[in-house]
């Protein structure tokens, strides 16, 4: 997860005060809240209707909701990527096995040029029994990344949904929602977005109006702001996503949080985060290339989450214990290192870490 920024640590403390007073908490502030970062976050992945964008809590909360309502018959099939974050399975899998349908996770070998043969193999696995492809924009064990304009079109021909799992890329890597039209993107908010954990955005396309929500809350129905006819019960939605709203979306803590998180990646902008990334990442992962650590070219990979692959000749155990040695944190995916920088970082801690790497090289 990312680490918290200041402000985003204020605008909780002030929310946290708030509650020794909570008279001070308006009716307003129930709606107020919301549509704010909805407008926020419409902004990050340029997206014409805030009202599009619903306020969930997780990642399988998004992703169940997109499975309650995706039109699958039985013997269809469900697309993944192979060893893809488990909240964009589990729903898929649970899916195809009650309705009698198929998960295909795609796989290709390690080896050069894997994200164009992923992308290949992707493309190759669309066709009319493809009821749904369910991403993430890059993988998140070593940052390949997906061609979803691509991607989008093949399923477009067959009348397959597109469901994209935002958050190792969304807020670090430019997303727009109208150039790809996914019927979903789905994003946990505690890792590029910089906000809070248990909170997460989710854009859902045109494809979703009038569908059904996993749970059913007041602040959901039309006519919720007027707290005087809440006994007079209304069977209408808020318009377009409002339906898929968690329950006490209007979280007076982790809310202004969030809004503060959104308002900075904004500034910030995602498409000058990857150009910092680049500029940080090259000098290092040149030399890399030329010491036998396996990197993928610029093109098949994301500049703030790089996977790197060991010389023949280095263990894993070895690099693990020499970078703990130093308290350097990456993690480790299989036999790949996955390497995250943001605007955070800085040649510094590229040096640190490079030292440990030509040290057990």
């Known amino acids: 997860m990312s680490p918290q920024l200041k402000s985003v640590e204020s605008a909780g403390r002030h929310a946290v005060s708030l509650k020794n007073t909570p008279n001070r908490v308006a009716p307003t502030d129930f709606f107020n809240l919301v549509r704010n ?5 419409a902004k990050t992945i340029n997206a014409a209707e805030a009202d599009r964008v619903a306020v969930i809590p997780s990642v399988s909360y998004g992703i169940a909701t997109v499975a309650r309502n995706l039109p699958i018959e039985k013997g269809q099939e469900v697309i993944i990527a192979a060893d893809q974050f488990p909240s964009n399975y589990y729903s898929w899998s649970q899916l195809t096995t009650e309705k009698g349908g198929k998960l295909t996770p795609v796989k290709v070998d390690d080896g050069p040029n894997k994200g164009q043969r992923w992308n290949e193999a992707i493309l190759a696995a669309i066709g009319p029994n493809t009821a749904a492809v369910a991403l993430s924009h890059i993988h998140w064990a070593e940052g390949v990344l997906f ?29 727009d929602v109208q150039k790809i039209q996914p019927d979903a993107l789905i994003c946990a908010a505690y890792k590029w977005l910089m906000g809070p954990y248990s909170t997460g955005v989710a854009y859902f396309g045109p494809t979703m109006d009038g569908g059904q929500p996993i749970e059913e809350n007041w602040i959901n129905r039309k006519g919720s702001d007027d707290f005087r006819n809440l006994v007079n019960y209304q069977s ?19 809310m202004p949080m969030l809004e503060v998180a959104l308002q900075q990646i904004n500034a910030w902008e995602p498409v000058r985060i990857q150009e910092y990334c680049a500029n940080l990442n090259r000098p290092y992962l040149e030399e890399l290339l030329s010491m036998d650590y396996h990197i993928l070219p610029e093109g098949q990979r994301a500049q703030h989450l ?56």
């Open 37 to 41: 970062v909805k407008a926020a976050f």
């Open 147 to 175: 061609d979803l304009e691509a991607i989008r079109r093949k399923t477009k021909e067959v009348g397959a949904w597109l469901i994209i799992d935002g958050t190792q890329s969304v807020g670090a890597l430019p997303f």
């Open 236 to 254: 209408e939605y808020l318009p377009l996503a409002g339906r898929y709203c968690v329950g006490e979306q209007s979280n007076f803590i982790l």
């Open 306 to 361: 790089v996977g790197l692959g060991l010389p023949k000749e280095v263990k894993m155990e070895a690099v693990q214990a020499a970078l703990a040695a130093q308290s350097i944190l990456v993690s480790v995916r299989g036999q790949t290192i996955r390497i995250a920088p943001n605007v955070y970082n800085n040649t510094q801690d590229w040096e640190r870490l490079m030292e440990v790497l030509r040290k057990v090289k």
